[in-house]
Every structure is written in structure tokens, then in C-alpha cells.
């Protein structure tokens, strides 16, 4: 997000056919609460567009990666990294020094995965984070950390070059074209 | 939750073999994050298995529901409705009043759609309310709205009957039988 280090999210174990509706959500709920870009594993990338596409539409900047070794991605990765996984340990416990470290110039990698992630990540994880130590869902995970992290001021993150931009109301829909 | 009002979930908008996980991810994180049942639409009631399974395992109360008609059992509701969409009110703007009704003894549907949600569910509801303005998930848009409408609380869910309890760990993996 503008005005912060770099936020990263990292999307594991995506299975062909059955992922694809989910890894766009965890696409454009990284977008959507103030990452600046997913890396998808190369069997993912396919969703590539169905993101760009909403970049293209409502703004950005946000990017969309892919890597063919999410695992090496990961060891190289610049930064903490936090990985989101309903075996780690409570949000509420680790939230203050995860953001202490973001907000003291830290780029972030926040990992999520969907089946089984390997042991690897757990060991890289300078954080491994639990949204709740029960089973969910890792777009819910990924938000509810966002929106913890940044304490809120994801949603009123800036956009630019939108094309479309919509105007909140009580009851209907409003989509404004810009110029 | 307990010791709150009742708070459940409808899923609107299932498209066969399209939104199976994602169904699925309404119903788990309605779960863990708080709410007391998820009603589906007929056509995504065969998602009733795998949420009742993680239930089974890992504990409750937490009810799957179904119904032919969503938008009846939406003008039926006896209590408020909050329905999360894209188009709404900013969620930092109403969930002061939300948070007032729901504590004051009001039990709360929210609403999630897929795609296209009917005039209706805007029209009916008390409050059509935007995790952003932004296309992203309803997965998502759930569990920040659950979690800033009991301001971290449900992290702290108890749960009863369970069979296994995950043991929170800074790295690796501890499932606990229950005896």
C-alpha cells in the first residue's frame, strides 16, 4: 500500500480445478486490503488474469506474480515473513510485534496455503500466525490479518488509474466511469 | 456466539461446481469466527458435509442450515440484517450502530452473496455494508466484519464437544485428542 514498506502475499498449494475460484479470492482480497501483489505458484498462474482484470477496472497499483519454486521464493524472500496457519500461534499475541517490525521499514511476505503446506514454510515463518486455531479458510485468515495489521487504513487505501470507481450507498449500486 | 444474540449467515448465490469451496469457506468461517449457523440455498446443501465434519471434529455449537427460498427466509428473519456488499456503506462508518443493535439483544443475519444478489436483498436489508468499495471476496468480507463486529472476542470462542483441539505452536503441527 502507498506510504508503507512492501506487503507480499505469497499463495501455496493451489489444486487445479478445485482452487481456482479461491486463489482469485486470495488474489483480490490481497488487492482489495492493501497488499501490493500476490505470487501465485506456476499451476495458478491461470488466475493471473481474473486479477488483472479487476486492476485493470477499479485501480491499482497491485501485481501479480508467479514463481515456479514457491518454496525457494520464500528463502529468498528480502523481509519477515508471516505464515498464516490455524496451527500457529494467536493473532492477538503476535499482531503488535509483527506490525512493530512493518511499520520500522520491514517488507512483509504473508504466506497462505490451501492443503498441506511443507514443513519448510513452518521452519522459514518467522511467524507462523493462527486466525483462530480452527480450520477455515485462508481468504478469511488473510483478512482478518490485513485488516489487523494496517489497523483499518487498508480501507481507505487510494487507487489509481481506475477506470470505475463505486460510489457507496445505503441501498443500490452506483458505478461512477472516470474520465 | 456465546453469550451474544444470535448471529447467523446466508449464502446466497451458490452456482453449482463453480462455488463448491468457496461454500464451504462461508460456512467454515462463519464458524470459527463466531457466528452460531450458516443457512445455505438448496442447490449448496451437499456443502452441509464438510462443514458438519469439522464440527464433528473439532467442536460447536455451530448449525448448518438450508432453505428453497433465500429471499424468504430473509423477509422472515425476526432481527436485523446486515448485508455485505461491495456497493454499501464503509463498514467503519456502521459498525458503531451494527455492534449497538447486536449488543442490545438484536440477532443479526448477514448476508454474502456470489455474483448477482437480487434487489430484494438490498432492499430488505437494515444495512448494506462494503468491506471496501472494492470487488473481492464475500469470504472475506465476512470474516473482517465478524471480527470487528465482536472486536476479537470470537478468537476467543470456546468450544464444546470437541474431539481434537489444535495446540498453538510458533512452528510446526500439535493435534490433542479429547478424551
Do not use: C
Not at 495458478?44 to 479487476?54: E, F, H, T, V
Not at 492477538?92 to 492443503?115: C, K, N, S
Not at 487498508?154 to 458505478?175: C, H, I, M, Q
Amino acid at each position: 500500500m502507498q506510504g508503507t514498506p512492501e506487503l507480499a502475499v505469497l499463495r501455496l498449494g493451489h489444486r487445479p480445478g478445485r482452487d481456482e475460484r479461491t486463489t482469485t479470492h486470495v488474489g483480490l482480497t490481497a488487492r482489495a486490503l492493501g497488499a501490493d501483489r500476490v505470487v501465485l505458484a506456476d499451476e495458478a498462474a491461470g488466475r493471473r488474469a481474473a486479477i488483472d482484470d479487476i486492476t485493470d477496472r477499479f485501480g491499482g497499483p497491485f501485481e501479480v506474480g508467479a514463481t515456479h519454486n514457491p518454496i525457494e521464493f520464500l528463502k529468498q524472500w528480502e523481509g519477515a515473513i508471516v505464515h498464516l496457519t490455524m496451527y500457529g500461534l494467536p493473532i492477538r499475541d503476535v499482531e503488535g510485534e509483527i506490525r512493530e517490525a512493518f511499520d520500522a521499514g520491514t517488507p512483509l511476505l504473508a504466506v497462505v496455503g490451501g492443503g498441506k503446506v511443507p514443513f519448510d514454510v513452518y521452519d522459514e515463518a518467522d511467524w507462523n500466525v493462527a486466525v483462530t486455531n480452527q480450520p477455515h479458510s485462508e481468504i478469511a485468515s488473510l483478512a482478518v490479518f490485513l485488516d489487523r495489521l494496517f489497523e483499518g487504513e487498508e480501507l481507505d487505501r487510494e487507487w489509481e488509474d481506475a477506470g470505475s470507481v463505486v460510489v457507496p450507498k445505503a441501498v443500490g449500486k452506483e458505478v461512477r466511469d472516470v474520465e
